[in-house]
């Protein structure tokens, strides 16, 4: 009879510390919050837009388009270098590519600007994209939209640092 208790008691143990164990590895999980949504800003060549996609993909259907300077949502969601943004006018949500996005407001100018860096620098074909031209020191450029990062000019996406207004 002593050995059944002992069993008993035994077998009550071992199943709360099995409960025990999985309550502290359930404490110690994270659970994925999601992100709030942040405002960003489009920015582009003046006159030219930034394609709106369905998909994350250069091929996808093309469901909308943004302009520079208008604002849009983004989730924080990026796949093959786009981001899922939404409150883009009439089209809801969409794709645009990170290349075309900066986190501050840009300010649409029309000035002219000298390069001051000490060697040369790339103008980009967008944020992160590829060369279009190079710039050396005291080159004159056209800007025609500026945030606190990036700069768009005549000879393409310059960061904002090399440049100083006239």
């Known amino acids: 009879m002593l050995k059944k208790i002992l069993i008993t008691l035994l077998e009550i143990a071992l199943i709360a510390l099995v409960v025990i164990f999985i309550i502290t590895a359930l404490n110690s999980v994270s659970f994925a919050e999601e992100e709030e949504p942040w405002e960003a800003y489009v920015i582009c060549q003046p006159g030219d837009y930034v394609n709106v996609r369905y998909k994350p993909s250069k091929r996808s259907q093309i469901v909308g388009y943004a302009e520079a300077g208008d604002p849009v949502l983004i989730d924080g969601t990026e796949k093959h270098g786009f981001l899922k943004c939404y409150g883009i006018g009439e089209y809801g949500e969409g794709w645009i590519h990170k290349g075309f996005v900066v986190n501050y407001k840009p300010e649409q100018i029309n000035r002219t600007a000298i ?31 500026c945030s606190d990062d990036w700069c768009v000019t005549n000879k393409g996406f310059v960061k904002t640092k090399y440049l100083e207004m006239e």
């Open 115 to 145: 390069v001051h860096s000490r060697g040369r620098i790339r103008a980009r074909r967008w944020i992160n994209g590829k060369r279009r031209a190079w710039l050396k020191n005291q080159d004159e450029v056209k800007v025609y939209w």
